[in-house]
């Protein structure tokens, strides 16, 4: 987000979040490290404390969204999560996975997961799915979709599909500088696909209100 | 591993590991669930207590390596392992990342994390760094190593580098397939990659003895 290097501040009413743009916010435990190569080396009670701060003492404002991105698993990250914002109400898991097998194995963990703590889910989306070969232009399947992807599986256990990203080595060059995607490549594939992800998750998310 | 179906059993000196090979066992919690799609929804207590079940209960017989694969973190699996096996002894950690700037962040954790538990690093791969285009066989990066990737990362942190693993779609096929890489495609640079990897663990660990 190119913000690797700002602070964050203590007030009256709470931590202030990074202002990453005019629209957007971030809070993160990068922020509150001396070194950005210093382990956070926490069991799972000090990690949900950290999570219960994050949601309860960080001065938001007014929000329209609030995204919590989480590690893959589905243990004390995502039990608090789930667990501290269900009086708040979650309208919903956006969850990410690559095609192949072994991926999806751990995707349907997840959807298990977000069934029985009764959260629904928004969409599932297909990562890395296939690269562009900066030689010839040629679409090849990076991780080959052995048993139907993830749109198969979102058919076999009734998820939203929302979509794929292709994998552009230039987005990852960008992201990597910390700059902005959508203003530098914005016919780009992977930017078309992913405005037209956003633009059916904010569908989704007006319609569940 | 195309082990999936299998099931351990149990018998007075502890739970059988699954057989995958003559010289190559395996456990998991994998084999424990009553179906593969189940959430193991476990906070970090229970997740601590089934590692050292797995370290002290499972019937391993006489091993000459035995890996443990964790998630990425630096958190209760990690302290965990470090913890039941430091009076057994560790050999040292590998560490597997790939070359974005994204991802060397986290490693640089990884590295920190091991040096605050004295777990020696044996050294670093470099997983998914280049693509082999099935149409035009021209080799390109993936994941473009904006700071010099994992190499320049190990000559900053002095550790060692033991080398890149280029991604071939036909390898995660047959992975996904729980086919053997080493025999079905033995001339491919991604298992040559690996052979040489492995020979050079294999040195480092006979050293460290």
Not at 68 to 92: C, I, K, M, N, R
Not at 112 to 131: P, S
């Amino acid at each position: 987000m190119g913000v690797a290097d700002e602070q964050v501040h203590q007030s009256g009413s709470g931590w202030s979040p990074v202002a990453v743009d005019d629209n957007l916010s971030l809070m993160s435990i990068g922020f509150l490290l001396a070194s950005p190569d210093d382990a956070v080396i926490w069991r799972g009670p000090k990690k949900n404390g950290m999570i219960r701060q994050f949601l309860s003492e960080v001065d938001w404002g007014s929000l329209d969204y609030l995204l919590v991105d989480t590690p893959p698993g589905t243990s004390d990250e995502h039990l608090s999560a789930a667990t501290y914002l269900s009086q708040a109400g979650v309208t919903g898991a956006i969850i990410i996975t690559t095609p192949q097998e072994v991926a999806l194995l751990d995707v349907r963990k997840e959807i298990d997961f977000c069934r029985k703590v009764n959260v629904r889910i928004l969409g599932v989306i297909e990562n890395m799915a296939i690269f562009i070969c900066p030689c010839c232009q040629k679409m090849s399947e990076i991780f080959p979709a052995t048993t139907g992807g993830a749109r198969q599986m979102c058919k076999e256990l009734d998820v939203p599909y929302l979509g794929n990203l292709p994998l552009d080595p230039k987005l990852a060059r960008l992201c990597d500088e910390g700059r902005d995607i959508l203003t530098e490549m914005p016919s780009s594939p992977v930017v078309q696909a992913l405005n037209g992800i956003v633009k059916d998750l904010i569908d989704l998310c007006e319609n569940s209100d």
